[in-house]
C-alpha cells in the first residue's frame, strides 16, 4: 500500500552535529556550508560543498562511489575554509563526461575538477584526493600545476588494481537498488567492517535517493545508462599510467597509507614512490582501512594541518 512507504526526509546539513559528537570534535553551534555548482561548459555542471567564509585553502576530492560529505569530520576537525567536490557521476553532480572505453577517466575527471578549482578554490594551498580522487589530483597535477602546490594521496597510488581493489569494486558494483533503509544499512555494514554504524547511517543518506516507491538507490547508479560510469564498468581501471605524472610532481607530496587490511596500497606501491619521489613524505595509519577519512578523520586532520600549514 502506498501509505505505508516509510519516507525518510533528508537534510544535508542536519548532520554535522552528529559528526562532531561521535568524534569529539568542539561544536559551537552549524557550520558555515553552502553548495554551488560551476558549469562545466558543455551543459554539465559540477557541485560542491564549500566550507566557510574565506577562500579555500584546500581542495578535498573523494574516492569512487563517493561524495563531497564524505569528508564533514576532517572539514569540521580542521575549521577552516575549504572546497569539498562531487566529481562528475556522484553526489549532486552531473554524469561524467561520455567516454567510449567505458570507464571513468582519471584525466578527464581531472579536467572538470581544473574549472572548479580555479571559479572556487585557485589559491588552495593544497588539494587531497582519496581513492579515485587521488588518481584525478595526480591527473590534475599534470594537467594544471598551478592548482596544485601540495599533493596528499589518502590510500591510493597508480599501482591500485583489480586484485587490490576487489573487495570495494564488490560492493560498489553490488545492487542497484534496495527496496529499503535497512537493507542498503545492512550490506553496507557488511561491507565496511572498520565503521561505526552511524557514520555510516549518515554516509547512506549522503550517497543515496529514495525513490517514490520508498526503495533507494545510490547517487552514483543513477548514470548506468551512460558510458563512462562505475556503474558499466567491466574491467577495473588502469593507472599505473599515472606513475610517470605522479613521479614528474615538483610540488610536496603525502601519502597517507591505512594500514589495516582494507587498505589498497601495500608496500611496493609506496617503495615505488619513494623511488619516484624520494623526498615524499609516508605516514602509516594503523587503525585505518582505505577510508582514511571515514575511519580516523581526526589523525587524517591533524596530518593534513601539518602538511599543508592551512592555519598558519
Known sequence: MPGDIEHIEYDEFAYFQDNASEYGVPYEGPPVVRRTSVDLGDGRELSALVWGDGPPELVLVHGGAQNAHTWDTVALALGRPLLAVDLPGHGHSDRPADNPDGAVGAEALAGDVARAIRVLAPEARGVV?????GMTS???AAQ???LVRTLTLVDVTPGVDGPKSHAIAAFVNGPRTFP???EILARTIEHNPTRTEASLRRGILHNALQLDDGSWMWRYRRWDDQQG???T???PPNFGRLWDMLGAVEVPV????GMRPQSVVDDADEAELLRRLPNARI???EEAGHSVQGDTPLELAALIRDFTGVGR
Open 129 to 133: 584526493g582519496m581513492s579515485l580522487g
Open 138 to 140: 595526480i591527473a590534475l
Open 144 to 146: 594544471a600545476p598551478e
Open 180 to 182: 529499503s533503509f535497512a
Open 229 to 231: 560510469l562505475v556503474g
Open 233 to 235: 564498468r567491466r574491467e
Open 254 to 257: 603525502m601519502l597517507v597509507r
Open 283 to 285: 605516514e602509516h595509519v
